[in-house]
């Protein structure tokens, strides 16, 4: 069975500096694997995704993911974070023809003026 | 393009009444359809999910059923609720062949009193 781990619950970091969000996976085959961002009392949206190909990947709002099959990994990243990127962050793992996404407990960014 | 509508957003309803929340999806055919369930720190929660008309697994044992009357359309239902069935819930859909990359629904706040 598939399972994620988001290290860092809450992170706060300054306007305009960089950020960078843990993720950890378990799965035995090509995981594909997504970051989700979620605003206070919002569903959940899609930033990006990876499935095969480049191992960075690119998604909205500047966002960026870099997979590394040796770690387990799938960070999600940003240059510069806006007052808007407070939210609380999910990672999540799938599989081909899977019903079932299995999702992180979640990472709560704060962003300080 | 396909959407996805849930409601109501917000609902407040005395222990022991019943519970009926609603999600359709338009703009796809026979897609996957998840009720999640979120609790503060604690991530999301796969209640059910449902892959074609009357076909729901649960996953965890509960207060809470599920239906699929119509292929776009998954409801979430409760006999009587329960102070614990208090939370933040969250309609999902996949495509039916994918890699499990679910788009969600802006959710309903309940609050069991």
């Known amino acids: 069975a598939q399972s994620v781990t988001q290290p860092d619950i809450h992170i706060t970091v300054s306007e305009g500096a960089s950020l960078e969000l843990r993720c950890n996976y378990s799965?035995?085959?090509?995981?594909?694997l997504f970051w989700y961002v979620q605003s206070p009392g919002q569903g959940l949206q899609l930033l990006l995704k990876?499935?095969?190909?480049?191992?960075l990947v690119q998604g909205i709002k500047g966002f960026e993911a870099e997979f590394k099959r040796s770690q387990s990994s799938f960070n999600l990243r940003k240059p510069s974070v806006h007052w808007s990127d407070a939210a609380e962050y999910f990672c999540?793992?799938?599989?081909?023809?899977?019903?079932?996404?299995?999702f992180g407990a979640g990472t709560t960014v704060t962003v300080r003026a | 393009s396909q959407t996805i509508h849930q409601w109501p957003a917000t609902l407040v309803q005395p222990v022991g009444s019943p519970l009926s929340l609603e999600c359709t999806v338009e703009?796809?055919?026979?897609?996957?359809l998840y009720w999640y369930r979120q609790a503060a720190g604690r991530g999301l929660q796969l209640l059910f999910y449902?892959?074609?008309?009357?076909?729901i697994s649960s996953e965890v044992p509960q207060n809470l059923s599920a239906s699929r009357p119509q292929d776009r359309q998954f409801i979430l239902s409760s006999k009587k609720l329960l102070l614990s069935d208090s939370g933040f819930y969250l309609c999902?859909?996949?495509?039916?062949?994918?890699?499990?990359?679910?788009?969600f629904g802006q959710g309903t706040r309940l609050t069991v009193v």
């Open positions: 999902a859909w996949s495509f039916d062949r994918g890699q499990g990359e679910a788009f």
């Open positions: 799965y035995g085959a090509t995981p594909y």
């Open positions: 990876y499935f095969s190909g480049d191992t």
């Open positions: 999540a793992v799938g599989a081909w023809a899977g019903y079932k996404l299995s």
């Open positions: 703009g796809t055919s026979n897609p996957n």
């Open positions: 449902s892959v074609g008309i009357g076909q």
